[in-house]
DNA sequence: TTGTAAGCGTTATCAC
DNA sequence: GTGATAACGCTTACAA
């Protein structure tokens, strides 16, 4: 049986009174009486129950980071900043995964019997935006999205410019010389999320090239996996005329292309060039290594961590849109 | 501001006692009384306060994970299968990385200010055993061991046969017609540690085969990373004689590994043959594929949860050690 | 500066 | 079967 307060205080004679404001740290006690409730602490081993401490003070200590699965790398290694992040802030970190079920996204953002167990939620999100709109109930819960383009503000919101960098990688093919650029992980079906943003840069960066969107060019990849990846590239290799250049929405589904693309009997980056986006580590020891948009995930995660925090603290603090930096990293798997 | 069981016992003109009743599905309640209060309920949205619940029962419904780092992809693989299992014994996961700081170890395992947090710890460790056996406060905190072995039965352990795993893999490059093994990961600092057990089957099967275990060949690793291995191996690729065969002890070692031959302008298989332990998914992709001792990681995370599960129902059970399958999966880098 | 006591929202022990 | 009521361990007015 854990050691109370109470018999921290019976032990020191004084009141609970008095340990409570030596444990939190309370200015005004004076040193003998300090000494006493400390001495008695350590005697008892005593520690505070954060449970009962929640209870009174409305705070659990704890954000909750929601991702879609957590051993998708690009998950996990935000999850590792992320934690590491909400540390330096006292936080610690309880992570869920949607497994892409977004009954279960819903379920979360609506409230379910454990959400009062943290203080706010870090969130990755699959759904659109208006679907999120009318689903969070901002009151009682602070969020923070994460890697999700916001327009109107309701919410704070941390993502790269997912335009710009699709763009930017799709820039550097037409500029290795590449012309029939396809992608990988459109997906047609969502709307107003990363999939749709990057799909525009990727136009975009076709037509101010003056290149054409190819038909069956643009195909969907509904798990950013690298076997979604894989059967992407497949398809595209048997395509005519056949790509010299991916673009892959995501790192993961990069190394399943380039996989694809040997099996197929052809090099990469000779025969098809491959860039993906996120910068993993996989990547960069992939042989060949492989050029992506590297994302400033410390970055992202110390922001959203900085922005559930003061949002923790006034829940009435306007909604901030913070823009994450990226920028290209060329290795082996575009090299002209 | 949320309702509470107060507020609804009001508004259904019932005893708070009979709404909780209800709500925790005590089978004595009247079906006119059970319909009033679900109205109420619905009515003021209310939902319990899992706090009061936890302060109450003294279960917050929490497991956490720790782990040496979550984004080393077997280690988010597990999180992912453990996260699962813990959602089917209705258990959420709180994932704690100690970065390899066996300080941090030491304050989880003796109980820092927040370890009330949850019901139970699954922790894959660092630490050596005999420090493991004096810090833990085994009455404080239902803890069950990952990966680890442990001999005298004090703590429930879930791990494979990580002598018997090493000496697959080395015999496999064996039979393979590989005589100059070498190894990375080999901690001699460490004791009664997965490292050692790896580097004791391994030395196992060399002597099995009547080669001789060669100096330099056993090189460390001490965080079992991709840039870890890939040093390891360059090392390794300057010896005179120069190995033909490395069996790295995990599956990210031999990513780096491999870079690491092909930086050195040789190639695997055929000059050198690359084995790993863990059969993580970058392995399936890499390429040459990566030939490994395949854990089954669901069935270690289902184990782990139930042990867990069963000692915090009962903290008097008796210590189990679950040995956990493995099974040597052959691919391109080990081909003859 | 320190003590007393009232909650925080549950669950559980009594009675009825 | 249901209703009061006392904990659970802490923080914090309010007193002293």
New interface residues.
């Given amino acids: 049986m854990?050691a109370t307060l109470r018999d921290v205080a019976e032990l020191a004679q004084v009141s609970v009174r008095t340990v409570s404001n030596v444990v939190s740290g309370y200015a005004h006690v004076s040193e003998r009486m300090r000494q006493r409730v400390l001495a008695a602490i350590e005697e008892l081993d005593y520690?505070?129950?954060?449970?009962?401490r929640?209870?009174r003070t409305g705070r659990?200590?704890?954000l909750a980071l929601v991702v879609p699965?957590?051993?998708v790398?690009y998950?996990?290694?935000l999850?590792?900043d992320v934690?590491d992040a909400a540390a330096e802030f006292g936080y610690?970190?309880?992570?869920?995964?949607t497994g892409h079920d977004h009954e279960r996204e819903r379920r979360l953002l609506m409230?379910?019997?454990?959400?009062?167990?943290f203080d706010g939620i870090l969130f990755s999100p699959l759904v659109t935006k208006s679907e999120l709109l009318d689903m969070h109930r901002s009151e009682?819960m602070p969020l923070v999205l994460l890697g999700e383009h916001e327009f109107d503000g309701r919410f704070d919101h941390v993502a790269i410019d997912n335009v710009q960098a699709a763009r930017d990688a799709v820039s550097h093919l037409v500029a290795a010389g590449r012309t029939r650029i396809a992608a990988i992980g459109a997906q047609p079906l969502e709307e107003y999320s990363t999939p749709l943003l990057r799909t525009a840069g990727y136009e975009a960066a076709l037509e101010e090239a003056g290149l054409q969107a190819r038909p069956g060019y643009a195909t969907p990849a509904p798990h950013y996996s690298?076997t979604d990846g894989?059967e992407a590239a497949t398809a595209l290799m048997a395509l005519d005329p056949r790509p010299d250049a991916i673009f892959c929405f995501s790192d993961l589904l990069a190394?399943?292309a380039?996989?694809a693309v040997?099996d197929a009997g052809l090099s990469v980056p000779e025969d098809v060039a491959v860039v993906g986006i996120d910068d993993i580590?996989?990547g960069?020891?992939?042989?060949p290594s492989l050029s992506t948009v590297s994302l400033d995930t410390p970055f992202i995660a110390r922001e959203a961590v900085r922005r559930i925090v003061a949002r923790i603290d006034d829940p009435s603090v306007a909604a901030e849109e913070v823009v994450a930096p990226h920028r290209l990293v060329v290795r082996e798997s575009t090299a002209s």
């Fill in positions: 854990p520690r505070a129950n954060p449970v009962a929640t209870l659990t200590g704890m699965e957590i051993d790398p998950f996990s290694e999850a590792r934690i610690r970190v309880m992570i869920d995964q409230g379910d019997d454990r959400t009062m167990l009682h690298r894989y190394v399943g380039m996989r040997f580590e996989e960069r020891f992939a042989r």
